[in-house]
């Protein structure tokens, strides 16, 4: 009876909600008053020119760094991850390009990696291969990725086949909020598509996606919102389909798109000072 | 782009390369140097890969989980040492006995292995907690284990070791002695743990990638402190068989080992820059060796020809290594 009340209260609840968050290093402000969210199955570009904050408010969310004040809100409780793991186990995560793949490994090994299936076999444990190659096949054909073989070491994979085993595997292993930093940056054209096809889907699950990239087009081909970050505060936070390029470059800069060049405004490039 | 399944293809023969070799070897060897094919020949090729394969399997974890140990031929001899000190008849050996009598093989043996294990775990203690660079750590246990083998034994040596040890090194199976067997068993065993067991996917891995493994949750300073404790113990069980063969030991024991058991395991296909590498393969290697060392022997060749060709099977086997991962490359 009470249910369609508590779903109502499920979706209206932000996946993460951050509220006034501040970080000082010293006397230095790198953030103030740093407030939005990110709903279930929304993908929320963080665009920002270097040293607006962005990384900064990244290692905040996924447990690098703690914030000087404010609240982080995650489905519904207050949190501080004090590291990436309490972060990871708490369905957060960073992926970042070659950095949470052992490449002398097999993709099986990669996928079921620190949370590996044994068996035992006279009482001692050992790595169930058969049970994780068939879930890693599934999780990867569910998942509309396409990979040669699991077998392969995945040194002899793509960059983008790298990507989407590590957003498989996220997902699989029922992440929340996953963090992409610059993903599409040594990708060509045909696998950054692909990537951000799979972003879609990845979100159509419900899961919150934030994309930090300097490549515009890129947020608007993917983002459902787009939130900016100028000198440590948000300079903007929009829908999408409600913004255009140079609107968003204009928060970016804090610059009239007027007194830029005509090349920065058609490359999408924002003024170097 | 290869298909997948040649990839796998070539990828296996590249793994196994060493054992192709070891026959292509074997063959040349029997057909040009007579008396080289007997059985005999091929048993005393086992028997003599025994102490250096032994300790090259320790130190092969070790390289794969993307460390180093060079102390691994000092405590070799250390454990020998200890063991023939408490256990042999003559010298310097006290002669320590049990009723009955065959209680000295497990004690002796656990002794052993406890001494290989505390110079492990104080290589770790350094490496890990005091976060300070392998190489250099074990250089230094290198030459103070050689130094602690010295005073313990006064530059004496330990000889006769009891006959309930010995028959170990002199019974034989299919014309090997036990303790060769005992050297396989642990290449199987150990094999078996690196390729079937969590611990060995995840020393692997941390070999392959640290960043990724810590991401990931595991370990690491645990999983790299038992790896050193491992190689320890393992050499420590390198210095038993050795006294064993050798009924007792001397102040010398074993030096030299710790290149030969470098080489096999380059030429065994395990990459000093970590996460890849067989026990398999470096048992090929160890064999290689050994095989080489005999056919420079039936040659009648002087013995520090041996040396020249050793040094250049290394630079062969590093040369195979380059060549390996320029293949591998091509195949993306």
């Known amino acids: ?273 | 782009m290869f298909v997948s399944r040649q990839m796998a293809t070539i990828d296996f023969a590249l793994d196994n390369l060493v054992w192709l070799i070891l026959l292509v070897v074997l063959v040349v060897f029997s057909i040009t140097i007579p008396n080289y094919f007997q059985i005999g020949i091929f048993a005393n090729i086992v028997e003599q890969s025994t102490f250096v394969g032994t300790m090259a399997i320790g130190l092969s974890l070790i390289i794969i989980a993307g460390n180093i140990d060079l102390s691994v031929e000092s405590t070799l001899a250390l454990a020998a040492m200890v063991t023939g000190l408490l256990f042999a008849t003559r010298g310097a050996g006290m002669g320590f006995a049990f009723t009955p009598e065959w209680l000295v093989i497990p004690i002796s043996l656990a002794v052993a292995l406890l001494v290989g294990a505390a110079v492990g775990a104080t290589n770790a203690f350094f490496v890990v907690k005091l976060q300070m660079n392998a190489f250099i750590v074990t250089l230094a246990s290198f030459i103070w284990v050689r130094g602690l083998v010295v005073a313990i034994s006064g530059g004496r040596s330990a000889q006769s070791l009891p006959d309930s040890l010995r028959f170990l090194a002199i019974e034989t199976v299919f014309y090997v002695p036990l303790i060769a067997w005992i050297s396989i068993g642990g290449f199987i065993a150990f094999a078996s743990i690196l390729n079937r067991m969590p611990f060995g996917r995840h020393i692997r891995m941390i070999g392959g990638n640290k960043v990724a493994t810590f991401r990931a949750g595991i370990k690491i300073d645990r999983l790299t402190t038992i790896t050193f404790i491992m190689a320890g113990a393992i050499a420590g069980l390198a210095g038993w068989l050795l006294a064993l063969r050798t009924s007792g030991a001397t102040a010398n024991l074993g030096t030299g080992m710790l290149f030969q058991a470098f080489a096999a395991v380059v030429i065994g296909g395990v990459s000093l820059q970590g996460g890849v590498g067989s026990l398999s393969g470096v048992y090929a290697g160890v064999l290689l060796l050994s095989s080489i060392n005999t056919a420079i022997n039936l040659m009648g060749m002087p013995a520090h020809f041996t040396q020249i060709i050793h040094g250049g099977l290394v630079l062969v086997a590093m040369l195979l290594d380059t060549l390996k991962t320029h293949i591998r490359a091509r195949m993306i």
């Not at chain 1, 006279?122 to 291969?129: C, M, S, T, Y």
């Not at chain 1, 060509?188 to 979100?203: A, F, H, K, N, Y």
């Not at chain 1, 009239?256 to 405004?265: H, P, T, V």
């Open chain 1, 1 to 273: 009876m009470f249910q369609p009340a508590t779903e109502l209260m499920m979706t209206t609840q932000p996946l993460l909600l951050l509220e006034n968050i501040r970080k000082s290093f010293g006397a230095i402000e790198a953030l103030r008053d740093v407030s939005f969210s990110v709903g279930r199955g929304e993908v929320v570009a963080l665009l920002g020119d270097n040293g607006a904050g962005k990384s900064t408010l990244v290692k905040m969310i996924s447990g690098g760094l703690e914030p000087s004040g404010g609240r982080i809100l995650f489905d519904g409780e207050e949190r501080t991850f004090r590291s990436p793991l309490e972060a990871k186990n708490a369905g957060i995560e960073t992926v970042y390009q070659d950095l949470s793949l052992c490449t002398n490994v097999d993709v099986v090994a990669n996928f079921f990696m620190g949370r590996e299936i044994t068996k035992k076999v006279f009482g001692i444990p050992v790595l169930d291969e058969k049970t994780m190659a068939e879930r890693t096949a599934k999780a990867i054909s569910d998942a509309g990725t396409r990979i040669p073989s699991l077998k392969v070491n995945v040194e002899h994979l793509s960059g983008g086949q790298r990507q989407a085993i590590e957003l498989n595997r996220f997902v699989y292993f029922g992440g929340k909020l996953v963090l992409l930093d610059e993903p599409f940056a040594a990708l060509g054209v045909e696998q950054t598509r692909r990537g951000l096809e799979m972003i879609r889907r990845v979100s159509d699950q419900g899961i919150g996606v934030i994309i930090i990239t300097h490549i515009m087009q890129q947020a608007f081909m993917v983002a459902d919102r787009i939130v900016v970050l100028r000198q440590g505060t948000v300079a903007g936070d929009v829908a999408t389909s409600k913004t255009n390029l140079d609107d968003v470059i204009q928060m970016i800069t804090g610059e009239n798109i007027a007194n830029l060049s005509a090349y920065q405004r058609k490359e999408g490039l924002p003024r170097t000072v």
